[in-house]
């Protein structure tokens, strides 16, 4: 089989299982069944366990002394810190673009996707297309690890984008139903356009403060849900494996 | 078989396996053997796979397209970066100690680590030992990664600092023949000292600074033997895979 | 005549003096002559003869080579870096406050002037009472620099606090005109409360970050009313005086 | 009389001023005859007064309610956040003309001194030869200031410089005579030179830290006299007047 294929079919075991993990469909603390997973998600066996290694490296799942893998109990501390991890990165990788110089074609991709994600907020939440939203912001996030145009970078901030609920779009889903996180994006997309003038002045130590600001949104938003309406944290996909412990 | 002897069997399949790529007996880009290793190193299969897997995600292998592994040609900037990110997550991680506050068993270790460091080093580089100096020090790095009290935090800091050259005793073994490098482990433990006293007192900005430029010696050390004496580049075990471009 | 009346005299006259240079009715580079300002303001000599010397150490006035002082030509860079030296020293002031742990008394009168800053703003820029903004922002500024519980950190903050329109107010008195800057007062208050987060969870590497984040506000609002809108530069007292050059 | 002539009588009387303080031959609290005074130094009652009101401003001296000036009692404290102050200033300086770019001319100016000064230190403490290190090394901070190329940092960094023992140089007439603070003056160098090295990489953020770290050292070096050894304390000039209060 050719590794093109190979990887293909583990990235799709990756998502799927992943997906499934924060659903909450699992317990924490449940042993998964390699079997009954693999007929559950329609994946083989090789693909399985190579998704189950990486999600145990996630944080997701951890091994079990007695073989195999089951879901971890994730705290609100472990997101709390993994945040804090992502947005440590995401500020290392924009103050080495600042200080190195970012390529004028990856700063153009910024600031286009800057100008759509404008687009997506139309001029009030009522307007904004959420959907659109998060997939550029996506998009944004990761031209921002690459900016600095070191492949060690990138891979390191694309590796911690992955910790449970760490990613920059972790907590957009659910902000359909929340107001108080609807109107965040707003305040995100301020400081997405204050990234992108203080890499092009070549401010790294604003870029690096901003990141990590802008890190804390993401924070601020697990907070409101975990603390003030915990009805509304099952409107996040994830939220739901996260214990208040 | 136990989870626990599989574990063992895949950490020395992982030490055994990142040591031969790092001796430079492997050519950059030669394409690894599964069999041929799996009998040179005397290991079975199944952690040999999940050795390689993992060098990969650290940056010692690569994939080929067409299926199996081969050693990834490491540049000077790759290890640049690898170092920077080590001193970056390091950098977080005595932050977070120094702003929640560090445990004072957890502290009482670090002090001691350093006060036996002192010893190792002796009065001046002549009395330095070497051995000592190296193990110790790898102690007091992982011993910082985790004075935030946060797994989280403690497991990216350990993973960070197995990044290609990139962890605190890289550079070390070669140190014996280096005097100029051997004389930086002075410099190298009166940062030890003020990491310790900025975290006491909870002076966060100060201790993720000092961690940051502590990380630098690494750099400079590397700059010295890549730079001015390509010779002794191959005292130091790991140099061998690192191409200057 | 004793000491408190000379230094409320003085201050009387410093206040005046600076308010006549900022208003641009004194061209820049023309020179003070005692006697006709003294009459002018109504303020005897000598204070005026200190307010003088104040007011060059504050850059708004230059001592003539020949004697006596005339109006500085006060540059847009001027003020972009005397706001930078602003929010470098409020940065350093709440980090320490962060660091060494503020007074519950003093934080209970921040938290205390953020409230009474949402009241001043209501609930949207229609309804925002700008005066009342205005002094909140001006007490909640001194109270933060007090914050370390530092006399010499208190003085060096209030000092910068002068530097030509540095100051947190500066640009307050034309935002009842200009909708852009408006708009910013919401930006502003939800650093405010920020920062006062930040500084009570020990985070003092987060607290300056924001507090020289806070000051880009004011820079960002100098950028819009010089390059955008020359005509609404008029509407803030002191920018009459600042040339484009 | 020439503007000139005035302001160098007003240099002239500072000087001499800020000395006698410093040397402790006037008790802290003791008011300030300026008859006296002025007889005692040769210099007349006007330029007198202006040092007596610059000294206010730098915290050597204090206002009585009832008219005229005293010695202030400096206390530790008071040091310790004049060289906080100092390095915070000196950090801001240094990420300017790093995030700026400084003119090549200045960079070469300081490269220069960094030479001199390697010249003055010898090869070992017994060889430093201190007057001229003490110069060099006053010139070369004066030239961190200026290097970001504004005239409000090089000001507000000069008048920082003279806050009560914040100065570069403040303990270093003292360092003859203590053999642990003889030995910081090669780490010191080792700072200068990461400095200019950070600032000509643009590295802002690390050009900061090395500042406020090489700060460090100075409040090291107070530390160290007052707490161990009282009697060097003596050496220093302004130690004197400082209380451990």
Redo the contacts between chains.
């Keep these: 089989m ?3 294929e ?2 293909t079919r583990f990235m799709k075991a990756l998502m799927e299982l992943r997906e499934l993990v924060m659903s909450g469909a699992l317990e924490p603390g449940q042993r998964l069944s390699e079997v009954a997973v693999s007929q559950q998600l329609g994946i083989s066996r090789t693909p399985l366990r ?1 998704a189950m ?1 990486r999600l145990v ?1 996630e ?1 997701f799942l951890e ?6 893998c089951r879901v971890r109990q994730v705290t609100v ?2 997101v709390v ?2 945040i ?2 992502r947005g ?2 995401e500020g ?1 990788a924009v ?2 673009a600042a ?3 970012a390529a004028p074609g990856a700063l153009r991709v910024c600031h286009d996707l800057v100008d759509r994600i404008d687009e997506a907020l139309g001029a009030s939440e009522a307007e904004t297309d959420f959907e659109a939203y998060a997939d550029l912001n996506a998009a944004f996030h990761e031209a921002l690890g690459a900016l600095a145009g ?4 990138r ?2 901030h694309a590796r ?1 984008s992955q ?1 449970p609920l760490a990613g920059p779009s972790a907590f957009l889903q659910g902000q359909i139903a929340v107001p108080e996180i609807r109107r965040s994006l707003f ?1 995100a997309q ?1 400081q997405h356009r ?1 990234l992108i003038e203080a890499i092009e ?6 870029a ?3 990141a ?2 802008h890190a ?1 949104l993401a924070r601020a938003n697990l907070d409101y849900l975990m603390q003030r309406d915990p009805d509304e944290a099952g409107a996040v996909p994830g939220l739901a494996m996260v214990s208040a412990g």
Tied chains: 1, 2, 3, 4.
């Design positions: 050719a590794e093109l190979k990887k190579e290694a490296e944080g091994r079990i002394p007695t073989g195999g501390a472990d810190d993994s804090e991890v440590t990165i290392m103050r080495l200080e190195r110089g070191s492949e060690t970078v891979r390191e911690v910790l305040v301020r204050a002045a070549r401010e790294g130590t604003r690096e403060a901003l990590r600001e804390r």
